[in-house]
């Protein structure tokens, strides 16, 4: 990949960074954010909405995908990275953009600084999901056996993990780089003026350079940990020929299953790599099982790094603006909820009429889906308050229910066929209720049907 085009950050405008977040916020849970759900987390209108999205696409920070089910927007990395980056320079911890010093497998490497000093940083933006390295899900413990997780949250997990184990390790008098924040994906470290191990040719002192690295790989088995990747790629020399390790993101605890395993090839890749560059061959090396055993039997150098803890959240303005969106919903939610409970009692009083029944505790029946027998026992202690309309068309129906034939298939008494009509009727007031709400959400779902297709119809010259 080449160098990251920063230009067009400058010309962004605070609602293209509001509907950046609200992407990244909807794809928490969707892998495509469809245009309502963007502009109810945005709270932004539509018309300015499509005109953004456009500007958006074009500059390549989304992407637009349609199949067979579904369409919507998603993150590229250069969106994710401008982002990322927003939120570094809102901190006063950059404000220049350098070149491209770097390119690994999972990883870019760029040049960072300030105006008002002269330091310059580095910043490592994570880039999981490379065809090279497509397998980091089998290899790397970040999911935590979810089936699906977008390569933007791996990267996002990734580089937690190496701010935090950089931390740790500094803290602890590890030659690593000194950390100094991070966002998201996006790592600012010291920048160490060496090269990587890989491109040195000669070494004057091969037997203190290979002692330094495998004392190394035995402190951080002491310290609870193994690197998982010590190799001459993550290994840069100094200028005074002092090692310092670089890219955390793999290490694992030696109670891990696997710990051996990447414990035994990290020292047999510093010895093939000495006795393949440096035509240097020692007998000297660790032994985990050995390792293992000092450590429990001297547990003052037992010092267990803390466990390393994803942060999900957002940045402090991201947070806040998911604050004030959500607060909108619940507002937006309780007020139909209110509307609907209020037109469900005015249906109710029209039909029932003379009955002096209360609409909630028809609509506590609706919902709670109560037996009959507490219907009847109900119903049979508001006969009293009955009104002349239902009184007029239970006395009908039971003088035809209570015909020679009738009494002939079924001996009820008049008082419990009276129950009966009264249960049969309230019943049917229900179903023509139920019928009026239906239709008023056919109504409702054939004007979302219109207004999807007007969008579809705006957007059409992006999916051509």
Known sequence: MGKLDVKMMRYLSREDFRVLTAIEMGMKNHELVNLPLIAQIANLPRGGLIKVLHQLVKHELLCFERNRRYEGYRLTNKGYDYLALKALAARDLIDRFGTQIGVGKESNIYTVSKKDSDEIYCLKLHRLGRTCFKQVKNKRYYHEKRSYMSWLY?????????????????????????????????????????????????????DELYDALMKIICKLAYCGVVHGDFNEFNIMITDDGKPIMIDFPQMISIDNEEAEMY????????????????????????????????????????????????????????????????????????????????????????????????????????????????DHSNESNEEDNSGEDLD?????????????????????????????????????????????????????????????????????????
Not at 159 to 170: H, N, Q, S, V, W
């Open 263 to 374: 414990f035994n090839r990290d020292v047999k890749g510093v010895r093939e790599f000495f006795r393949r560059r440096f035509d240097y061959e020692s007998t000297m090396y660790p032994v985990f099982q050995e390792l293992i055993k000092e450590c429990k039997a001297d547990e003052k150098l037992n010092l267990n790094l803390p466990e390393v803890e994803i942060d999900e959240d957002e940045d402090e303005n991201d947070s806040s603006e998911e604050e004030s969106c959500s607060e909108n919903e619940e507002t937006s939610e309780k007020s139909q909820e209110k509307d609907e409970v209020i037109d469900a009692k005015e249906d109710l009083e029209k039909k029932i009429g003379g009955l002096n029944i209360d609409a909630t505790n028809l609509k506590d029946e609706d919902h709670n889906n109560e037996s009959s027998e507490e």
């Open 392 to 464: 007029k068309k239970i006395e009908t129906s039971t003088k035809k229910k209570t015909s020679k034939r009738y009494r002939k298939k079924v001996q009820l008494t008049q008082e419990e066929i009276k129950q009966r009509v009264r249960g049969d009727l309230q019943k049917k007031m229900r179903k023509d209720l139920i019928k009026k709400n239906l239709k008023k959400s056919t109504i409702s779902s054939k004007i979302r049907r219109e207004n999807q297709a007007a969008a579809n119809e705006n957007c059409s010259f992006w999916i051509d």
């Open 154 to 206: 791996l990267s996002r997990v990734s580089a937690t993990k190496e701010f935090l184990y950089m931390t740790a390790l500094y803290d602890r008098g590890f030659p690593v780089p000194k950390p100094i924040d991070y966002n998201r994906h996006c790592i600012i470290m010291e920048l160490i003026e060496g090269v990587p191990l890989c491109n040195v040719k000669e070494v004057e002192n091969k």
